[in-house]
């Protein structure tokens, strides 16, 4: 979030870090990415899925695409649902889901191209697929928690307690939630260096 990066710099100078590269899930409506502004600050490089609707992306990664850092390897997995460009990312014992499957929950479906049945598609048939142990970090969660796994979401997810999609298209579309604050501002900036 574009409102953290001198956190985000303090902490990278604190562990005496250097930023290589950055990576957003998705276009994000409910704030402006800080990115750009990191990329700006540390010259790190910026990566989003092929699928990113952004100009101001540096690599856009493919489905299945190996994303190397020193000795880190991520393989970048498209999720669409949440909205079209989502992805998460796989590293080793753990998956970073962005908004596409949180925990206790999963991104919502009514906006930015997104898709109740993509949604479903990609949480059955992709990340629940990784092994029960696998550590899932969301992008964030409103109650503070950080992590969960992929197991606790399997038994306890309320919007995973499904037999099929139309279960789950059916409580995707009657969720009734008010689209972000600003959300044509946000989409906007994070789409447009110009507007930055």
Do not use: W
């Not at 306890?156 to 600003?182: A, G, H, S, T």
């Amino acid at each position: 979030m574009l409102n953290s990066v001198d956190l985000y710099i303090e902490i990278l100078d604190k562990l005496n870090l250097r930023l290589v590269k950055v990576i957003d899930t998705h276009i994000h409506a409910d704030h402006v990415t800080g990115a750009l502004k990191l990329k700006d600050k540390t010259n790190c490089v910026t990566i989003m899925g092929e699928h990113t609707p952004s100009d101001v992306v540096e690599i856009k990664v493919k489905d299945e695409e190996l994303i190397k850092i020193e000795g880190l390897k991520l393989k970048a997995i498209y999720t669409p649902g949440h909205t079209s460009d989502s992805y998460s990312f796989l590293m080793e014992d753990r998956i970073f889901s962005g908004d596409t499957l949180l925990i206790n929950g999963t991104g919502r479906t009514d906006f930015q191209n997104g898709s109740a049945e993509d949604s479903y598609r990609s949480i059955f048939n992709k990340i629940l697929k990784l092994p029960e142990g696998t550590l899932l970090y969301p992008a964030h969660d409103y109650n503070g928690k950080k992590v969960s796994t992929i197991g606790n979401e399997k038994k306890f997810n309320p919007r995973l307690q499904v037999d099929n999609v139309n279960e789950y298209v059916e409580i995707m579309n009657n969720l009734n939630l008010k689209k972000p604050k600003l959300m044509d501002f946000h989409i906007s900036k994070n789409i447009n260096r110009e507007d930055t």
